[in-house]
């Protein structure tokens, strides 16, 4: 089955820099690539994804981009803000295949905090 | 907040008894999942379901149980067999397989704190 690595689990950094998580999956045939954030005592919920046939998706201050061939994808968030602050996770799937379920594996989890 | 509810918040249970966790979604979504969130770890799936009656395991299957006769329904048992039932539970509802793998965004429920006692 599939499974996904997520570095660095934690991550301190400056208000206004950048902050980069970078995530390996190892099942090539896999299509679908969301990230979630997950505030304090919160449900996960999902802030960008992008699909196998794109290299890079952007939505105002965070982005993500996919390598296929080394099978890694990466969330950037620019210009970070405290409440920015909260556990995100990547995941992987094998999406519109019904016999994969659609399940999403997730990374072990990755916890920003942004400093002021 | 809609969609997908989770009941009770906060559950405790004693030592060789079976508790159930509630999930219920109004998005008329076809399949339904449980993770399990342990302390500074990533969601690991417990069961899952694309269809009404019809239900797979997941990665850590054993000691839970679920059912599904009703497409907005997905209840889990954790049974006396489940060595460590201390977790957050989460239950989450996509659409299901759509053509051309369209994106399956899940949307979670606000999850179940079990705590053996």
């Known amino acids: 089955g599939e499974n996904v690595e997520q570095h660095p689990s934690t991550l301190s950094v400056q208000e206004g820099d950048s902050a980069v998580i970078k995530c390996t999956y190892s099942d090539s045939a896999s299509n679908y690539f969301p990230w979630y954030k997950q505030e304090l005592g919160k449900r996960p919920q999902l802030i960008i994804d992008i699909r196998s046939n794109v290299g890079e998706k952007k939505d105002q201050r965070i982005a993500v981009t996919l390598n296929k061939t080394a099978k890694h994808f990466s969330l950037h968030i620019t210009e970070t803000q405290p409440e920015d602050s909260a556990v995100y996770f990547c995941a992987a799937s094998l999406a519109g295949i019904k016999a994969a379920g659609n399940k999403l594996t997730f990374g072990g989890g990755t916890r920003v905090l942004v400093k002021p | 907040d809609g969609g997908i509810t989770q009941s009770p918040k906060y559950l405790f249970r004693k030592e060789g008894q079976n508790v159930t966790l509630s999930c219920e979604q109004n998005l008329n979504h076809d399949a339904m999942y449980w993770y399990r969130q342990d302390p500074g770890q990533g969601l690991r799936l417990i069961y899952y379901s694309q269809i009404v009656n019809d239900f797979q395991k997941g990665d850590i299957a054993e000691g839970y149980s679920v059912s599904r006769e009703k497409k907005e329904s997905f209840p889990l048992t954790v049974t006396s067999a489940q060595k460590n039932p201390t977790a957050f539970y989460l239950c989450?509802?996509?659409?299901?397989?759509?053509?051309?793998?369209?994106?399956?965004?899940?949307?979670f429920g606000q999850g179940t704190r079990l705590t053996v006692v």
């Open positions: 989450a509802s996509s659409p299901g397989p759509t053509p051309g793998g369209a994106s399956i965004e899940a949307f």
